[in-house]
């Protein structure tokens, strides 16, 4: 999203906010409940080039988002509960579930202890290379091969591209160019040979971000242990999943689930798309292989009708350039996403 886009989005939550129409509108739009992605949960980072930092909040801002949603009524439940509340339309006290992805070290060091002094059940999604160590952890480092050079030459649709990033300001711009090029590229297997290159040219361990920065499977049982957590299956690879064969995309998704059935005894019933990268062909997968939810990006509140769609349930991103709790009120009003399906209709 670019800085003019967060601008725009963020004055529209404002506007909803001050004008009190989120609050007047919450009844129509709000749904039954709402499912919560979060990835990193730790201390502010030194540095000015942080691209990655909508994927990051602060402890600070967990705690204080958990005692704000119950202030407003809102039940804080496990992802089994909402599976069981949809499949049997136990659709009374509106709900929030917390679901983190990927298996971040600092959601067992900074988020963990706040959940459990709040009791708050959460949902953990794996990656297994990465507690295996085998894991590529690529927009991390990306972020790494920008921070460490102030000019990148690529070869970027048949076209070398010199792409000067002397400050951070240009820097910026260069890793969300790189970005949403590598993310363009339609086959997973050039994909990630585009990114090993990438990383291999500008002298950056394409494997170092995941052992640096997610748990191995000993932190992951400790986790596992408590009542609270759920542990969910995320791929092996955390691959684009539309962009591999029907063979590759079911061997990603099951073989996950095994993986950590083998790793911590206990087959995962739920499943989160990397990237939200799904459709209905990855819908069918997720369910045929016996998973009782699966969790998109869609931004959106749970409704009814989502009881005939749990492996593709929506989610609100709480995303680390909007840490303000008049932000998360409304968006768990669901009006930003119903104006904005409107929107949609309007210009069709």
């Known amino acids: 999203m670019s800085n003019l886009r967060y601008a725009a989005y963020r004055a529209g939550l404002e506007t909803l906010y001050f004008s009190g129409a989120h609050h007047v509108l919450r009844a129509l739009f709000s749904g039954i409940g709402t499912v919560l992605t979060l990835h990193h949960v730790r201390p502010p980072r030194e540095g000015s080039f942080q691209p990655n930092a909508i994927l990051q909040i602060s402890p600070q801002f967990l705690e204080r988002m958990i005692v704000r949603l119950r202030d407003r009524g809102f039940e804080i439940i496990s992802i089994d509960e909402v599976w069981r509340r949809l499949v049997e339309r136990d659709f009374g ?53 920008v921070a460490k050079t102030d000019r990148l030459v690529l070869g970027i649709n048949d076209t070398t591209r010199f792409i000067e990033c002397p400050d951070t300001s240009r820097k910026y711009r260069a890793f969300h160019e790189v970005y949403w090029w590598l993310r363009s590229i339609p086959d997973e297997d050039t994909f990630r040979r585009t990114v090993r290159d990438i990383c291999a040219r500008y002298g950056v361990d394409l494997k ?141």
Request: charged fraction near 20%.
């Open 93 to 145: 006290r509106q709900f929030v579930a917390f679901t983190f992805d990927d298996g971040y070290r600092d959601n067992l060091e900074h988020a963990w202890p706040i959940l459990r002094k709040h009791q708050v059940p959460f949902a953990l999604y794996i990656a297994t290379s990465f507690p295996d160590r085998l894991g590529e952890l690529w927009w991390a480092a990306l972020e790494r091969v």
């Open 208 to 348: 170092a971000p995941g052992a640096e920065l997610c748990m191995d499977w000993a932190e992951i049982a400790q986790l596992a242990a408590d009542p609270l957590c759920t542990i969910g299956a995320h791929t092996i690879s955390h691959c684009f999943l539309s962009k591999v064969a029907d063979r590759i995309a079911r061997g990603e998704i099951q073989r996950s689930a095994e993986i950590i059935a083998a790793s911590l005894g206990k087959r995962p019933e739920h499943f989160a798309y990397p990237y939200g990268d799904a459709g209905r062909r990855e819908f069918a997968i997720v369910g045929d292989l016996g998973f009782k939810t699966a969790v998109t990006t869609t931004p959106g509140v749970l409704r009814p009708r989502h009881r005939d769609h749990l492996t593709a349930l929506p989610r609100i991103s709480v995303n680390g350039r909007f840490q303000a709790l008049r932000y998360m009120d409304v968006l768990v009003s669901g009006v930003p996403f119903a104006l904005h399906r409107q929107d949609q209709a309007a210009a069709a």
